[in-house]
């Protein structure tokens, strides 16, 4: 068989042929630039986004002495943002010496407190209950404070730990042990 007997077509068939292929790559390429595009914006405005929920809960700080051996602890509780935050609840835990985290339950004088206004502090005394364990030493202890800011969502703010962390509607325990267990 002799290649001059093969018909390649014309000069301009081949010119749009290599043309057409170009077009669909061209198209194809813009339409996964923008798809990239599109992900890099979502991300951003998530983001920002998720910035903006924790702005009020930024603002609240906690700081804890604790008493005696272990079972008490104070906690001064200010909101320097300008809404108040509310069902302000203490917590206390610690890791037990087998390595787990133990949130006790807590006597009545650690309920919640209904409102904390803009601009206050509050101290409040978290005790662990009658007949629960106790921590292994007084220095194991650690606080942390549960609310709720102004726009509903609930947050949880510990003394050491740079930003709230979101609870996520969980009242057992399970956000505390979730921000304090590495994933």
Same mark, same amino acid.
């Given at each position: 068989?002799?290649?001059?007997?093969?018909?390649?077509?014309?000069?301009?068939?081949?010119?749009?042929?290599?043309?057409?292929?170009?077009?669909?790559?061209?198209?194809?390429?813009?339409?996964?630039?923008?798809?990239?595009?599109?992900?890099?914006?979502?991300?951003?405005?998530?983001?920002?986004?998720?910035?903006?929920?924790?702005?009020?809960?930024?603002?609240?700080?906690?700081?804890?002495?604790?008493?005696?051996?272990?079972?008490?602890?104070?906690?001064?509780?200010?909101?320097?943002?300008?809404?108040?935050?509310?069902?302000?609840?203490?917590?206390?835990?610690?890791?037990?010496?087998?390595?787990?985290?133990r949130i006790p339950r807590l006597s009545?004088?650690?309920?919640?407190?209904?409102?904390? $206004? !803009?601009? /206050?502090? %509050?101290?409040?005394?978290?005790? @662990? =209950? +009658?007949?629960?364990? $106790? !921590?292994? /030493?007084? %220095?194991?202890?650690?606080?942390? @404070? =549960? +609310?709720?800011?102004?726009?509903?969502?609930r947050w949880l703010c510990l003394p050491?730990?740079?930003?709230?962390?979101?609870?996520?509607?969980?009242?057992?325990?399970?956000?505390?042990?979730?921000?304090?267990?590495?994933?």
């Open positions: 068989m002799r290649l001059a007997a093969v018909d390649w077509g014309s000069v301009p068939d081949w010119i749009a042929g290599i043309g057409s292929v170009f077009a669909t790559l061209l198209a194809v390429s813009g339409l996964l630039y923008e798809m990239h595009k599109r992900r890099l914006t979502e991300a951003r405005a998530a983001a920002e986004r998720r910035a903006a929920e924790a702005n009020q809960a930024r603002l609240v700080s906690v700081q804890a002495r604790v008493r005696g051996d272990g079972h008490r602890a104070e906690l001064i509780l200010r909101n320097d943002s300008a809404a108040p935050i509310r069902t302000v609840t203490p917590v206390l835990y610690w890791a037990d010496t087998d390595g787990t985290w009545s004088n650690g309920s919640p407190q209904a409102v904390l $206004g !803009p601009h /206050e502090s %509050a101290t409040s005394f978290a005790e @662990v =209950a +009658f007949g629960e364990p $106790g !921590p292994p /030493e007084p %220095a194991a202890v650690r606080t942390a @404070v =549960a +609310f709720t800011d102004a726009t509903g969502r050491d730990a740079g930003s709230p962390i979101p609870v996520l509607d969980r009242s057992d325990g399970g956000a505390l042990r979730s921000a304090l267990d590495p994933a």
